[in-house]
């Protein structure tokens, strides 16, 4: 254990002495400054950092507690306990006054051997342990930066091979941060992007979003949106930005930074996928029956132009309805959700052909023949059941007319072939009574 030091201050030199020969008695060993001035004794106090310091209260040049006061603001000396000799006994007011300034005891002249060893031991104490305390925060210090070094290591390591891009952005609209992904995505080096202002890698309208979206960050809300940015060789490459805030300490908007992701892929896929489904359309609209799609709730997802035409409705009135509710006659609904939900089990025995009247938006009922499929994804779920329907009304019509005249011809001819029967019966009946009668007969 090292040897104490302890720093005396007082005008006197007399009383620097006698001090100096008790404290000796009582901490062989230790070392013992001393300061007749004000001056002196701050400056040994920073240069020296006793384990206490002695402090005459009555300092001709300035008053004790303002002495305290300034050692308290030093950072090399604010930890050091100090003691005050006093000429009398203190004050309450005073002796509060010199609590608050940084004193941990008082002692009044002249001095009890035993109360300045006391006071000594525990100004000792306080310095010791004061000293342990520095030492463990200035570990745990040490730990903690270089915890935060790791963890910054970790976080760049991360932020560098995220195959996303990452930027961000200052209240003002300047970039101050991207990674590598970002860097390579819109093709510039990443001292290219720094310190610009985000809107030199958009065109006006992508500026005019951007603009909007900061104005929403201001407000506190960060909902993902899509943007699109020019590359250094002039490409379009559209991406979904994922924001977050930042904030200083006051709770001040500071900027945000944003996730990029790129969606190329997806809007061409997407692309793709919207030219099979236009093109499947296509060929849905010249067929020259309807075809509807029903998904498992029994609303329409698809309708043909042939479909429409027949409900005298546009497609954007049929998509998304409930096709029994909206598109059948009362009385024939419940037959047609029986049949849906036996397609939809995949029981498709006496479903796959179905006849039954639509309403159209007039009020007027169309007979459909209906052939119908159940659809699946990719896993063999069944999602719903596409039907091709042709409208058989009038074909029906002209039917049932046939049937009405071939049933009057029909009727017409046994009539007339049983007046001829009855006529051949007259005419033997009227020979036999001519016969009878010995005349000619005339039949």
């Known amino acids: 254990m090292k040897n104490e030091i302890f720093l005396l201050i007082d005008d006197q030199k007399d009383n620097l002495v006698s001090l100096s020969v008790l404290i000796k008695q009582f901490y062989r060993g230790c070392r013992i400054i001393t300061a007749t001035t004000v001056s002196k004794g701050i400056k040994l106090a920073a240069s020296e950092e006793p384990d206490v310091i002695i402090l005459d209260k009555q300092m001709p040049q300035m008053d004790g507690f303002i002495v305290c006061e300034k050692l308290k603001k030093d950072l ?15 004050q309450k007011e005073e002796r509060i006054r010199g609590l608050g300034k940084g004193v941990i005891s008082f002692l009044t002249k002249p001095i009890d051997d035993g109360e ?18 520095r030492g463990n925060i200035k570990d745990l210090k040490i730990t903690v930066e270089e915890e935060m070094l790791d963890s910054e290591k970790r976080y760049r390591t991360l932020v560098e091979k995220m195959n996303d891009g990452l930027c961000v952005v200052d209240e003002n609209a300047l970039i101050t941060f991207v990674n590598d992904k970002l860097s390579k995505m819109w093709g510039y080096a990443v001292d290219e992007i720094i310190g610009h202002p985000v809107y030199d890698f958009l065109d006006e309208a992508n500026q005019k979003i951007l603009k909007e979206q900061l104005v929403l960050r201001k407000k ?14 002039g490409d379009k490459i559209p991406t979904i930005i994922s924001p977050e805030l930042v904030y200083n300490e006051e709770g001040r908007f500071q900027g945000s930074f944003s ?12 692309e793709i996928i919207k030219e099979q489904r236009d093109r499947a359309q296509k060929y849905l609209d010249v067929a020259g029956v309807m075809f509807i799609a029903l998904n498992t709730e029994g609303k329409v997802t698809l309708i043909n132009n042939r479909g429409c035409e027949i409900l005298e409705y546009d497609e954007k009135e049929v998509l998304g309805k409930n096709w029994v509710e909206n598109f059948l006659p009362e009385h024939i609904r419940k037959q047609a959700i029986s049949v ?3 397609l939809l089990r995949g029981e498709t025995e006496n479903a796959e052909h179905f006849e039954n009247p639509i309403l159209t938006k007039q009020g007027e009922e169309r007979l459909i023949s209906w052939h119908n499929v159940v659809l699946t994804n990719e896993n063999g779920d069944i999602t719903g059941h596409l039907s091709s329907g042709e409208d058989i009304t009038d074909e029906r019509k002209v039917v049932e007319e046939l049937k009405k005249k071939i049933f009057q011809i029909e009727k017409f001819n046994k009539l007339a072939v049983n007046r001829e029967l009855r006529m051949i019966e007259l005419k033997q009946e009227v020979n036999e009574l001519l016969r009878n009668a010995g005349l000619e007969m005339k039949y």
Do not use: F
Not at 76 to 90: S, Y
């Open 76 to 90: 090399k000396t604010e930890h050091i306990p100090v003691i005050m000799l006093t000429a009398r006994r203190i």
């Open 116 to 133: 300045l060893l006391a006071q000594l031991n525990v100004a000792v104490r306080i310095r010791r342990a004061e000293e342990k305390l």
């Open 220 to 233: 506190g809300e960060k909902r993902p949106y899509e943007i699109e940015w020019i590359t250094k060789n």
């Open 259 to 270: 996730v990029i992701t790129d969606i190329t892929s997806i809007k061409r896929a997407l």
């Open 340 to 342: 849906s939900k036996k």
